[in-house]
């Protein structure tokens, strides 16, 4: 969980980064929300009561259970092999989202942001990733030692 969290922190801020390059630092935030507001989530610049909430809630979720998930599958890993399975992840992922996903389904974000920005939102994440689970793997062994 602790990856998952970490990555949405990351991607967070990195989609605020872009925002602000605009002029409209929660823009790419509130594209998240797509999926329940459409075009007007798209459109939002600024915080909206409806809209933004919801976005990072759906931001917070989805990373986590792919930060879940990752855990399940690279919690043996350390060094470059984590970092590489953390890329190859973000590609799968990206796949996924450019290809099976629904447009419907799907956040805003590749509507919004160049290829450029969409390559630097997941290696972000799948720098996060990596670095979340170390994070974890660190505290669970330290636990295990104190108990």
Known sequence: MQAGIVAWAA?????????RSRGAALQPV???AHPFFGTRAL?????DWAITPLALLLHLVVLVALGVIFAIFAARL???RL????????LVIWLVNRLMLPTVL?????????SWEMAVYYLVMAVALALGLMLGVGRASEATVSV
């Open 11 to 19: 991607t967070l801020g990195v989609l605020v980064g872009f925002g």
């Open 30 to 32: 509130n594209s998240i």
């Open 43 to 47: 459109l939002m610049q600024g915080f």
């Open 78 to 80: 350390r060094g470059v």
């Open 83 to 90: 970092f590489g399975a953390a890329l190859a992840y973000a």
């Open 106 to 114: 799907s956040a805003g974000l590749a509507q919004l942001l160049s």
